[in-house]
C-alpha cells in the first residue's frame, strides 16, 4: 500500500500505513527534508509501568493491529490501535487513536486513550520525528524556547546539549517546557507549540541523539557535544529524535484526550515562527481586566523592608519617605516587599503584617497617604509555598503540600538573605510547595490574600506564581483530585478564586507576578540576562513586562527597556534602597520614560516588530541592537538602536524595508526632532530613535 500522504501549501507530511509512523515531512517553502529517512519513522510511545519494572515502553511502529481512515477532502488522518503490545508485559488493553490533521496553520496531531488494563499510561510521546534534521545549506539547528528572561537557546546541531547527567540515559537528551518552541537555524525553521488552553497534564518536548555525540566537551549535566557528520557512526545510525510527552496518567478504567500538538515550518528569522503561535492564542485569548494607569508609561521602586533574617529595615509609619521619593521623581507605583510577618521568604503562607514594623492600621494609613500623593502601592505576595519551619505547617499545612509518588511532600531549598550563617545556607528556611487543586488549600490562600486587599493596596505582585520547586504533579488521595493532578493547573484555579474576589470587591485591583502568565496577569516581571531574545515579548506584545535595575550607572538596562517596550523598576542597593542613592540610574530612567511618553504613540502604543521591518549597520558590519514599532494608525515605523558598548562610539545606519525613509531623528537626552537620513553617531552607552517619514 502506498504512502498516505497531507499535503498543502505549507509542508507535506507522509505516513506509513502499514505502522502509522510518520516516515517524511517536508517544508514545501523550501525543501527543506525536516524527517529525511523513512526507515527511521516513529509513530507514538507509551510509558506503562509494570509491577517490579517500571520501564515498560509501548512503540507504536512495532504494534500491527492498526486501523487507518484518510479523509482526502478534510486533509485528516486517524490511527487506531487497540490490544497494546508492550516490551515487557505483553497485550494490554489499551486503544490509542491518534488524529492528524493539516490546516494552513499547521499539522496538528491529537488522540484519545482508554486504558482498560490494570496498570496506569504514565506517559505518552506524540508525535514524533525520528530524524531531525539539519536545514539543506545551514551550519546550525537550534531550540529556541520559553525561558525567565526572554527565551532559552540551546544547540541542536552541529553541537547538541544534554539537559541531564549523562549516567540517567543511553543517549545525549535535552528536555523543553511545552510552551512553543521553535528549531531555528536563522533563515528557516519548525514551529512546535502546545495548542491547549487548559493544562490539564504537563507536557515536555524531548529530543534525543543517537546512538551519541562522537566528541563529548564533558560527560556533566548541561554538557555539550559534536553530532556525528555521516549517517552511521560505528555501525550504528546516527539522527536525532524529537517527541512530545504528555504526562496523563490514565489509570485503570480511565480515558483522556491529549492536547494538541502542533508542526510548522517557516521562512525567516524565528519571529516567523513565533507568528504561528500569535496566530493561535487571537482565536482564543482576551486580556485581563487591569487598571488603565498599567498600561501607560511608567515606573516603579521595589522595596524591601525586611528578610528571615530579622532586618527591620523601617518601619510601616517610615515608609512615607519612599512615597514622598516617588512622587518627587515621577514613580508611579511602589512594590513593597518584606512587609509580612517575618519577612520576604519567612512565615509562608502567613500575609499578616509584623508587630515589630508596626500595626495593620499604621500600614493601612500609611498606604492611603501614599496614593494621596499619586503613587500606587502593590504589596509583594507569595503563594506558591509554605515555610516548613513553621509550627502551622507543622500542625495544619502539610495537609495540602504538594505529594510525591511515595507520600512524602517536596521541599524547595529556600532562599538566603544577609548573615554569614544564612548566606552557607545553615540555616535557610525551607520552603514546601504547596496544591493549588486542593480546593481547602485555595480557600486558606483566599483568605491571606484577601488582608492586601484590606490594607487598601492598589495590587499585588505574585512572587513566583508558576514555581513549585522540585513538583509538577500531586499524588495526594485526600485533596479530591485526579491522582495525580498537574500542578500547572491548580495554578489557574488559584488566580481564578482570587479574581473573583476582586471582580467582587476592586475591580481595579493589579495583577502582576513574577515570570507570570499573561492570560491571567497584566504585569510579569523578572530580569534581563546578556543576549536576551525578547520571545516573550514578541508572543505578548501587548502585555506589560517590567526589567530590575539595579546598577549605579546603569544606561544600559535602561536601554533594554527601550528597546523592548519594558517597564523599569528602580531597584537601588538590591532594592533596599531609595530612589537618590543611585542618581545616575535614575536621571536617565526619567529621561528615557519622559521620551517614551512623548511618543507613546510610537514607541509605547505600538506594534512590537522587534527586528523586522528594517536594517542597521554599525561602523559599516550588521547591528543588531535594534527594535522596530510600528504605528497602530499609519504603520509607519520608529527604529530603536542602542550602543552598549562602555568607549566606543558608533557610526550606525538606519534602512527601512519596502523603500520607507526615515525623517528624524530623538534620543532621551534630545527628544525634539532633529532632520535625519538614518545617520548618526551614538556616544557609549547611549539609544537613538528614527521615525520613519
Avoid at 507530511?13 to 510518520?22: K, M, N, R, V
Avoid at 505578548?540 to 517597564?567: H, K, S
Avoid at 543611585?582 to 504613540?601: I, N, S
Amino acid at each position: 500500500m502506498s504512502q498516505f500522504i497531507l499535503e498543502n501549501d505549507l509542508l507535506r507530511a507522509e505516513f506509513d500505513p502499514q505502522s502509522g509512523s510518520l516516515v517524511a515531512l517536508t517544508s514545501r517553502a523550501t525543501g527543506w527534508p525536516i524527517h529525511r529517512r523513512a526507515e527511521l519513522g516513529r509513530s507514538f510511545r507509551l510509558l506503562v509501568p509494570l509491577p517490579g519494572r517500571r520501564n515498560n515502553p509501548v512503540f507504536g511502529e512495532r504494534q500491527s493491529a492498526l486501523r487507518a481512515a484518510l479523509d482526502a477532502a478534510a486533509r485528516r488522518l486517524t490511527f487506531t490501535w487497540d490490544s497494546l503490545v508492550s516490551e515487557h508485559g505483553g497485550t494490554l488493553d489499551i486503544t490509542f487513536s491518534e488524529t492528524i490533521t493539516l490546516t494552513p496553520e499547521g499539522l496538528a496531531f491529537t488522540a484519545e486513550l482508554t486504558n482498560r488494563s490494570p496498570h496506569v499510561v504514565e506517559a505518552v510521546g506524540m508525535p514524533c520525528l525520528g530524524d531531525l534534521s539539519l536545514p539543506p545549506g545551514s551550519d546550525h539547528l537550534e531550540r529556541i524556547s520559553g525561558g525567565y528572561c526572554g527565551a532559552d537557546r540551546t544547540p541542536l546541531f552541529p553541537k547538541f546539549a544534554s539537559s541531564s547527567g549523562y549516567f540517567g540515559f543511553d543517549h545525549p537528551i535535552q528536555m523543553a517546557g511545552g510552551g512553543p518552541t521553535l528549531l531555528d537555524s536563522g533563515r528557516e525553521g519548525l514551529y512546535v507549540g502546545c495548542h491547549d488552553t487548559y493544562a490539564g497534564h504537563m507536557v515536555l518536548f524531548f529530543f534525543e541523539l543517537k546512538p551519541g555525540w562522537d566528541q563529548p566537551d564533558s560527560c556533566v549535566v548541561g554538557a555539550n557535544g559534536t553530532v556525528p557528520a555521516a549517517d552511521a557512526i560505528s555501525g550504528q545510525t546516527v539522527h536525532v529524535e524529537f517527541y512530545a510527552t504528555h504526562f496523563p496518567f490514565v489509570g485503570p478504567g480511565e480515558s483522556t484526550k491529549l492536547a494538541p500538538i502542533v508542526l510548522a515550518p517557516y521562512v525567516g528569522s524565528w519571529h516567523h515562527g513565533a507568528d504561528f503561535n500569535r496566530r493561535w492564542k487571537k482565536t482564543w485569548y482576551t486580556a485581563p481586566r487591569a487598571p488603565q494607569w498599567a498600561h501607560e508609561v511608567h515606573s516603579w521602586q521595589q522595596i524591601h523592608i525586611n528578610s528571615p533574617e530579622d532586618e527591620l529595615r523601617c518601619r510601616y509609619t517610615d515608609l512615607i519617605k519612599y512615597g514622598q521619593d516617588c512622587a518627587k521623581h515621577g514613580v508611579a507605583a511602589i512594590q513593597l516587599v518584606g512587609w509580612n510577618n517575618g519577612g520576604q521568604d519567612r512565615g509562608n503562607p502567613s500575609h499578616d503584617t509584623d508587630p515589630r514594623l508596626g500595626t495593620p492600621d499604621e500600614l493601612r494609613a500609611v498606604i492611603a497617604a501614599i496614593q494621596k500623593l499619586g503613587v500606587k502601592m502593590i504589596l509583594f505576595t507569595k503563594f506558591a509555598w509554605a515555610d516548613r519551619s513553621l509550627p502551622w505547617f507543622r500542625e495544619e499545612l502539610h495537609r495540602y503540600a504538594a505529594k510525591d509518588p511515595y507520600g512524602d511532600y517536596y521541599v524547595f531549598g529556600g532562599y538566603t538573605y544577609q548573615t554569614p550563617t544564612q548566606l552557607a545556607d545553615l540555616n535557610t528556611r525551607r520552603l514546601v510547595p504547596m496544591c493549588h487543586i486542593s480546593a481547602e488549600w485555595r480557600a486558606i490562600a483566599c483568605r491571606e490574600f484577601k488582608k492586601s486587599i484590606d490594607l487598601g493596596a492598589n495590587g499585588m505582585l505574585y512572587d513566583e506564581t508558576a514555581h513549585h520547586g522540585p513538583a509538577r504533579y500531586c499524588w495526594d488521595p485526600t485533596h479530591a483530585h485526579h491522582v495525580p493532578a498537574n500542578l500547572g493547573h491548580g495554578d489557574t484555579l488559584l488566580v481564578g478564586d482570587f479574581r473573583r474576589i476582586t471582580d467582587a470587591e476592586v475591580p481595579d485591583f493589579l495583577y502582576a507576578g513574577e515570570c507570570s502568565d499573561h492570560h491571567y496577569y497584566t504585569v510579569s516581571y523578572t530580569r534581563i540576562m546578556p543576549n536576551h531574545l525578547p520571545l516573550q515579548r514578541y508572543l505578548f506584545p501587548d502585555g506589560e513586562w517590567m526589567i530590575a535595575v539595579v546598577g549605579y550607572d546603569d544606561r544600559n538596562t535602561i536601554n533594554q527597556c527601550l528597546l523592548y517596550r519594558y517597564i523599569i523598576s528602580f531597584e537601588p542597593r538590591n532594592f533596599k534602597g531609595r530612589l537618590e542613592e543611585f542618581p545616575l540610574t535614575l536621571e536617565y530612567g526619567k529621561l528615557v520614560d519622559a521620551l517614551r511618553r512623548q511618543y507613546a504613540d510610537r514607541l509605547w502604543h505600538a506594534d512590537f516588530c522587534d527586528t523586522l521591518g528594517a536594517a542597521v549597520t554599525a561602523d559599516g558590519k550588521p547591528h543588531t541592537a535594534f527594535t522596530v514599532f510600528r504605528h497602530r494608525g499609519s504603520g509607519k515605523r520608529a527604529v530603536i538602536v542602542v550602543n552598549s558598548d562602555a568607549k566606543k562610539s558608533l557610526d550606525v545606519n538606519v534602512v527601512l524595508d519596502d523603500s520607507g525613509r526615515v525623517a528624524t531623528v530623538v534620543t532621551p537626552e534630545k527628544p525634539d526632532p532633529i532632520p535625519s537620513t538614518g545617520a548618526a553617531t551614538l556616544p557609549p552607552r547611549s539609544a537613538a530613535v528614527f521615525l520613519e517619514r
